[in-house]
């Protein structure tokens, strides 16, 4: 499958289930080969990745609807938590104030680039696991779930929560994606 395919295929699925068409180890496996192979910036490797499966994605999801304290609907969360697992995506920012005080003339560009690197990893995750007939879809709970997801899985403080990627067995496929006009948004210059 070409990258403009599976760009193409890659869809948002809420209606997901615990039971995957391929072994979670299949999907850590994916998600730990992205991680690797996704560029960034002065191949700075800012980009952190948890992936929780099994029991403790049920208490991811809890926890996320405790730190809530009900303002977040219950079914909402429940559609989360009935996925085969969840995607964290961070930014380690120690690396990128490393970087900052290692090359100051571009010390303001370092967060923008360890975002652009994360955005990458997201795409190129959820692009994999559809290729592998997984459904995903992508949250920012963050930051007010931060502190109960770091105190869940024990992850250090430096790790900046970016984005949630509940993933699972597809339940039902969403509708067609509709035709857009992109030509306000893309711009050709030839000679």
Known sequence: MSIIDTLASRRTVYALTKELPVPVQTVIDTVTRATEL???????????VAVVTGARQDALWDAIYEAFGGKVAREKIDG????????LYFTH?????????????????????????NGMLQIAVWGAL??????????????VIDEAVRDLLGLPADWRLVAQMPFGGIA????????????????????
């Open 38 to 48: 996704v560029p960034d910036a002065f191949n700075m490797h800012s980009q952190r």
């Open 130 to 143: 559809r290729e592998l007939g997984v459904g995903a879809n992508l949250q920012h709970y963050n930051p």
């Open 93 to 117: 920012e120690p690396t990128v104030t490393g970087m900052q005080e290692q090359f100051p003339r571009y010390a303001e560009n370092f967060p923008v680039w360890a975002q652009q690197s």
């Open 80 to 87: 989360f938590k009935a996925a085969a697992g969840t995607v």
């Open 172 to 191: 039902a496929e969403p509708g067609e994606k509709p035709a857009e006009d992109v030509s306000a948004r893309v711009r050709v210059y030839q000679d």
